[in-house]
């Protein structure tokens, strides 16, 4: 009797459960709702190259690059600049900044290095590190734990910045959506709730021409963030960091390298005597090319004009080079008259002689 009277109870009460989930729902999603009325405090950013903002506060990000670009280095400068004040030409948004930095790939030595860097790089005491940066290594912890992890050094921390080296090694599989869905979705509410930037490491594609982060992990995180930087290291070694892909202001390019006793250093100045060198060597290439070419152009002229005993009306001329030359006769009119000016060809009496084989009657 009473198990009858549990169920029918239970019966009955089952629309009332699903009504007030209902409400609670809605309610929910009221809170959400954007109207006219609502008031958006600014975007808040931790850095900015130039003026413009990246790495807002409440938001996922992403440095992405192939193989050994230079992402690691890029994170270094970013962290000394959050601890410094500016950095190069990145700067500073936050005042005493707490930054939390995890690294899942590196073995214990290797990280400690990222210690050493920010410490070369800011000149800062090493209790002002301590205080302000906060490095983990947790390559020894598997991915099933990771967010978790992530998540209590978060809340215990409060950091306004996270730097995440190694977001692939959070998933079981990077090409599994709904693991790389849910991972991405677990981030943003950190960021919402804890108001800080969590700025994810990813390598790209493999192959040189496809700059897309790898797997569906990638497609999600470059969806969901609102910046994207990019590490691109040169034949020369400097590492170009741009930003491809941003919700509101661009980045402005810059440059790092790193020095010959492996310290990173500002590489704008060097970039840019890199990119004039490039400029002027490619510009001597091409007139070195048309040089070549106006040379062949003269000796056909020559040839023609020794043909007819040394000496040729300028039209005959004319309209022998463009049969022979397969010009227009705009074009081979434009060269004798170079040619004349530069004194390779010269011109009297309306015809054209070769320099060498005339004297002229004055």
Same mark, same amino acid.
């Given at each position: 009797?009473?198990?009858?009277?549990?169920?029918?109870?239970?019966?009955?009460?089952?629309?009332?459960?699903?009504?007030?989930? =209902?409400?609670?729902?809605? +309610?929910?999603?009221?809170?959400?709702?954007?109207?006219?009325?609502?008031?958006?405090?600014?975007? $808040?950013?931790?850095?900015?190259? *130039?003026?413009?903002?990246?790495?807002?506060?409440?938001?996922?990000?992403?440095?992405?690059?192939?193989?050994?670009?230079?992402?690691?280095?890029?994170?270094?400068?970013?962290?000394?600049?959050?601890?410094?004040?500016?950095?190069?030409? /990145?700067?500073?948004?936050?005042?005493?900044?707490? /930054?939390?930095?995890?690294?899942?790939?590196?073995?214990? !030595?290797?990280?400690?290095?990222?210690?050493?860097?920010?410490?070369?790089?800011?000149?800062?005491? #090493?209790?002002?590190? #301590?205080?302000?940066?906060?490095?983990?290594?947790?390559?020894?912890?598997?991915?099933?734990?990771?967010?978790? #992890?992530?998540?209590?050094?978060?809340?215990?921390? =409060?950091?306004?910045?996270?730097?995440? @080296?190694?977001?692939?090694?959070?998933?079981?599989?990077?090409?599994?959506?709904?693991?790389?869905?849910?991972?991405?979705?677990?981030?943003?509410?950190?960021?919402?709730?804890?108001?800080?930037?969590?700025?994810?490491?990813?390598?790209?594609?493999?192959?040189? @021409?496809?700059?897309?982060?790898?797997?569906?992990?990638?497609?999600?995180?470059?969806?969901?963030?609102?910046?994207?930087?990019?590490?691109?290291?040169?034949?020369?070694?400097?590492?170009? &960091?741009?930003?491809?892909?941003? +919700?509101?202001?661009?980045?402005? $390019?810059?440059?790092? $390298?790193?020095?010959? *006793?492996?310290?990173?250093?500002?590489?704008?100045?060097?970039?840019?005597?890199?990119?004039? !060198?490039?400029?002027?060597?490619? $510009?001597?290439?091409?007139?070195?090319? +048309?040089?070549?070419?106006?040379?062949?152009?003269?000796?056909?002229?020559?040839?023609?004009?020794?043909?007819?005993?040394?000496?040729?009306?300028?039209?005959?001329?004319?309209?022998?080079?463009?049969?022979?030359?397969?010009?227009?006769?705009?074009?081979?009119?434009?060269?004798?008259?170079?040619?004349?000016?530069?004194?390779?060809?010269?011109?009297?009496?309306?015809? &054209?002689?070769?320099?060498? @084989?005339?004297?002229?009657?004055?």
């Amino acid at each position: 009797m009473e198990t009858v009277q549990g169920i029918v109870g239970e019966a009955v009460n089952q629309p009332a459960l699903v009504e007030q989930d =209902r409400k609670e729902r809605l +309610r929910l999603l009221q809170a959400m709702r954007i109207s006219t009325q609502t008031e958006i405090e600014p975007e $808040a950013y931790s850095l900015s190259v *130039d003026g413009v903002g990246i790495f807002a506060l409440g938001d996922v990000h992403a440095i992405k690059g192939k193989q050994k670009s230079g992402k690691s280095g890029l994170l270094k400068v970013c962290a000394a600049s959050l601890l410094r004040g500016q950095m190069f030409r /990145v700067k500073s948004e936050l005042k005493e900044p707490q /930054v939390l930095f995890i690294d899942t790939e590196q073995q214990s !030595a290797d990280v400690k290095l990222v210690i050493s860097e920010v410490k070369h790089l800011t000149g800062l005491e #090493d209790d002002d590190i #301590d205080q302000h940066l906060h490095l983990y290594t947790l390559r020894s912890r598997s991915y099933d734990t990771l967010l978790d #992890d992530t998540r209590l050094l978060i809340d215990t921390l =409060r950091p306004q910045v996270v730097f995440i @080296d190694g977001l692939v090694d959070y998933v079981a599989s990077f090409n599994d959506e709904v693991l790389s869905r849910q991972l991405i979705h677990e981030l943003l509410k950190l960021c919402e709730e804890y108001h800080c930037a969590i700025v994810n490491v990813l390598h790209e594609n493999k192959a040189l @021409d496809d700059a897309n982060m790898r797997g569906h992990l990638g497609t999600v995180l470059a969806q969901k963030s609102g910046t994207v930087l990019q590490c691109q290291k040169t034949k020369t070694g400097i590492i170009n &960091i741009t930003c491809p892909d941003a +919700r509101h202001g661009q980045m402005p $390019a810059w440059n790092i $390298a790193f020095g010959s *006793d492996g310290h990173i250093l500002d590489a704008d100045l060097m970039q840019q005597q890199q990119v004039q !060198a490039a400029k002027k060597q490619k $510009a001597e290439q091409r007139q070195a090319e +048309r040089d070549l070419i106006l040379q062949g152009r003269l000796e056909k002229a020559l040839d023609v004009i020794r043909e007819h005993s040394g000496s040729m009306l300028r039209n005959e001329l004319t309209v022998t080079l463009t049969q022979r030359l397969k010009l227009s006769r705009p074009v081979v009119s434009k060269f004798i008259t170079q040619m004349v000016k530069e004194g390779k060809l010269i011109e009297y009496d309306k015809s &054209i002689m070769n320099p060498s @084989d005339t004297v002229l009657p004055f």
